[in-house]
């Protein structure tokens, strides 16, 4: 069945109610927290509050002696056990061809700290309060050391890592340089630009937890987390640092609050848990508090950028060079590597026919919590990046942001970017054409005067984004230095009643998998959506999966339970065929039922699933019994979500207080499944990037390396006054290469907003002489932006 066929079906494109929401809504969801087992007892870790430190000694003698301790553990424990750090999972090769600087990343520190909340030891004890107040008493000496948290200072600060003297981790490069200085040479025009991505500290609703638990009687554990993909994690923590055999291990990630690229990682708290339970033969549980969880859940962005255009006379691109400085943290998180390379670099042709582009990064410890994926991974760093500077191109050369960007669009698919990828298809085009009609764009100097007349400066700013979704194909990967494989498994399990269960190796954390890929699966057998039961997150009862990230979900979960949905048709049609007499290549099905061509003779999906399993006329020594099928599914690209986002601000230059006023959003998701929960996923993405444009901010002390913004006194989160009403719509261009021809829309929001937003306050403080600033556009750093124009 392709894509075509597949979109036309019943329940496909219906905003069906999510299913999972009657749980959550009247409190019956259970997260990992809301988990309480015999002989359970509670973890409490001591974190450095030194950014750069050497650990000279721990005095735990005074919190084991605490009421209720059970024990007290320090990295010499560790040491002794012979409990490997915490894996990376991507390996970069830099440009000399040597292997990326990888140091050891210990679970409890071992003779230094190297951030403010690292890991230096962990009390157990009966209760919490009473771990809480052993905690205190754990006594440690250290020796202060100067610390680095600016991405740009690393080079000449003190060394974080023996195997790192000068901070360095890598220089990766893509792109033919000598060609693209050729062109820079003879260009008509050349656009500078200069930037920070700032980072950014997720803020899920619910913080991270855990559950270590380990059975005498059978030597196995039990790891209960919120994490985003179990496979994973039990992958990572058995073969790479524990060693034990995979069977022994069973991850369980239950209903989880909320990811955004922040639970996809094994964290040390998930192996001392662990390893504790064993030690202790005691359930542990750990559950991070948000001051907590603000030092040490992996950050995101921290990007430090200098990004050139050439153009001929007409604002045609030639080539681009861009040179980034990423900030890695003290360690290298489980996928940090290939963020700002492979999942950054290679989308740096967005929309556009620019023939030639190179791209050079540079990645640096800092004294600084790890930094990793988070909404987007990469492509918002990207789309930020060239929606920037692809608008002051316009600027400069007297050009309409609208007008620079049509002049420069894709219009041939498939289409091979000098970065790698291929795009398969798309209508960019058409993208920008919808969004000015929506936003209305005609009536925008009109909404300008009505502004002025009130004291205020209203700007538009456009973004023309592309993603790439659905990270593939394995081998591919594998040779960009991915460390595991990009597939998803899909297991579907018809009953002997007709009603089916689907196990899948994707994670729901809010995306509404318990509906839509029921949908699927009911649009595609001609059932109930509610007959269909949707089972994730737990390693002992989904085959092997790869988990939810990167918007690969619907187009890699859900391809794989279609090619599980064929093999189902196929063997359903053997059966069909005898029950009516017939050869099976004479037998259609559609909307559950199945038919002889050219005959009135039909058998429902029900009465076939009840024959699967009640074979008394069944022809045994043809088929097995049963209905139930799995599947893989690698795909063969990536897929292509894109969009173009227009956003109207209005600025008060007495105060630099910025509103928006409107955001427009179309965006080509291909085939969608559900039209309700896509705009709840796109509305989530736009509040995460405005926030981000406006708002968010980590910030660490330059001196100290402690962190100012460690909480939500300091650290600014949208709230609902801060959003106008969104306008969406959605074009389609269907995905070409997986039979849902569906594409990807979880990150879309995040990716494209930023740059709108920025471009948009820009434009309203151009007549102030104001011409530049990084993010966040906050009050106090747009006042202060005109008060330095003015002078």
Not at 164 to 186: E, L, R, S
Not at 707 to 735: E, H, I, K, Q, V
Not at 757 to 765: H, T
């Amino acid at each position: 069945m392709g894509a075509s066929d597949f979109v036309n079906l019943p329940n496909i494109g219906t905003s069906v109610r999510r299913k999972e929401d009657y749980r959550f809504l009247t409190g019956g969801g259970q997260y990992t927290d809301d988990i309480t087992l015999a002989n359970q007892s509670y973890a409490v870790f001591v974190r450095s509050p030194h950014a750069h430190a050497k650990i000279n000694s721990i005095n735990t003698a005074a919190a084991k002696a605490a009421p209720g301790v059970l024990d007290v553990f320090v990295g010499e424990d560790v040491a002794a056990d012979k409990i490997n750090g915490l894996p990376c999972g991507w390996l970069i090769t830099s440009t000399d061809g040597n292997p990326m600087k990888e140091p050891p990343h210990p679970i409890l520190a071992q003779g230094k700290v190297r951030y403010v909340g690292d890991h230096v030891a962990m009390v157990v004890a009966e209760t919490l309060e009473q771990a809480k107040n052993a905690a205190e008493l754990v006594e440690v000496d250290y020796d202060v050391l100067s610390a680095v948290v600016r991405v740009t200072d690393a080079a000449k600060a003190t060394a974080l890592h023996e195997a790192a003297p000068d901070n360095h981790c890598y220089k990766w490069a893509i792109g033919d340089k000598g060609q693209v200085d050729a062109v820079f040479a003879t260009a008509a025009h050349v656009t500078k630009l200069d930037l920070t991505n700032n980072r950014l500290i997720p803020n899920a609703m619910e913080p991270r937890a855990v559950i270590g638990s380990y059975s005498r009687a059978t030597d196995e554990y039990v790891l209960y987390v919120s994490n985003q993909n179990p496979h994973v994690e039990r992958l990572l923590l058995t073969a790479f640092v524990m060693g034990l055999p995979e069977h022994k291990v069973r991850v369980i990630a239950p209903d989880v609050g909320g990811g955004f690229g922040s639970k996809i990682y094994l964290y040390a708290e998930d192996v001392c848990l662990t390893w504790a339970s064993k030690k202790l033969n005691r359930n542990i549980k750990w559950t991070a508090d948000r001051s907590e969880a603000f030092v040490s859940d992996a950050h995101g962005r921290d990007h430090s950028s200098h990004a050139e255009m050439a153009m001929d006379k007409d604002g045609k691109f030639l080539a681009m060079r861009v040179h980034t400085d990423a900030n890695m943290g003290a360690y290298l998180s489980t996928f940090a590597p290939a963020v700002p390379t492979i999942l950054y670099a290679t989308l740096l042709a967005g929309q556009y026919t620019c023939p030639q582009i190179y791209v050079e990064v540079d990645a640096w410890f800092t004294n600084t919590a790890p930094v990793d994926a988070y909404r987007g991974a990469g492509r918002p760093e990207a789309t930020y990046l060239l929606e920037r500077l692809v608008t002051r191109c316009g600027w400069e050369l007297g050009l309409a942001q609208d007008e620079i960007r049509r002049l420069n669009f894709v219009k041939d698919f498939p289409y091979q970017t000098p970065v790698a990828l291929q795009y398969d298809v798309g209508d960019f085009h058409a993208l920008l054409k919808r969004g000015n009609e929506l936003a209305d764009v005609a009536g925008f100097a009109q909404r300008k005067t009505a502004s002025a007349a009130k004291g205020l400066l209203r700007g538009m700013g456009y973004s023309c984004y592309i993603e790439a979704c659905g990270l593939a194909p394995s081998n591919i990967a594998g040779a960009l230095g991915a460390r595991a494989g990009l597939f998803e498994c899909g297991e579907v399990r018809v009953h002997p009643t007709g009603s089916v269960t689907v196990f899948t190796g994707s994670h729901s954390h809010g995306q509404g998998h318990e509906t839509t890929f029921a949908q699927v699966v009911a649009a595609r057998l001609g059932i109930s959506v509610d007959a269909v039961d949707i089972v994730h997150g737990d390693t002992g009862r989904v085959p092997f999966g790869m988990g939810t990230y990167g918007s690969r979900s619907m187009s890699v979960g859900g391809t794989a339970i279609m090619k599980a949905l064929d093999k189902i048709e196929t063997k359903a049609k053997k059966i069909a065929a005898h029950l009516m007499e017939a050869s099976d290549a004479d037998v259609e099905f559609a909307n559950g039922e199945f038919t002889i061509k050219g005959t009135d003779k039909k058998v429902t999906f029900g009465q076939v699933a009840l024959t699967a399993y009640v074979p008394h006329n069944y022809p045994l020594d043809k088929l097995e019994p049963g209905l139930n099928e799995t599947a893989f599914y690698d795909p063969t690209n990536f897929t292509f979500p894109a969009g173009t986002y227009i956003c109207e601000v209005e600025v008060d230059p007495a105060t630099g207080q910025v509103r928006v006023d409107r955001f427009t959003a179309v965006d080509d998701f291909g085939n969608i499944i559900n039209p309700m929960i896509v705009e709840g996923q796109v509305h989530g993405g736009l509040v995460q990037g405005i926030g981000q444009a406006l708002l968010e901010n980590c910030v660490y002390d330059p001196e100290s390396g402690q962190l100012l913004t460690g909480s939500f006194m300091d650290y600014t989160m949208p709230r609902a006054d801060d959003m106008p009403n969104f306008t969406l719509d959605t074009l389609c261009t269907p995905c070409s290469h997986n039979p849902l021809g569906a594409k990807g829309c979880g990150e879309a929001g995040a990716i494209g907003s930023p740059p709108a937003v920025i471009n948009a306050v820009l434009d309203a403080l151009k007549p102030l002489g104001v011409t530049d600033f990084d993010m966040p556009a906050s009050p106090g750093r747009v006042w202060e932006a005109i008060q330095s124009a003015k002078k």
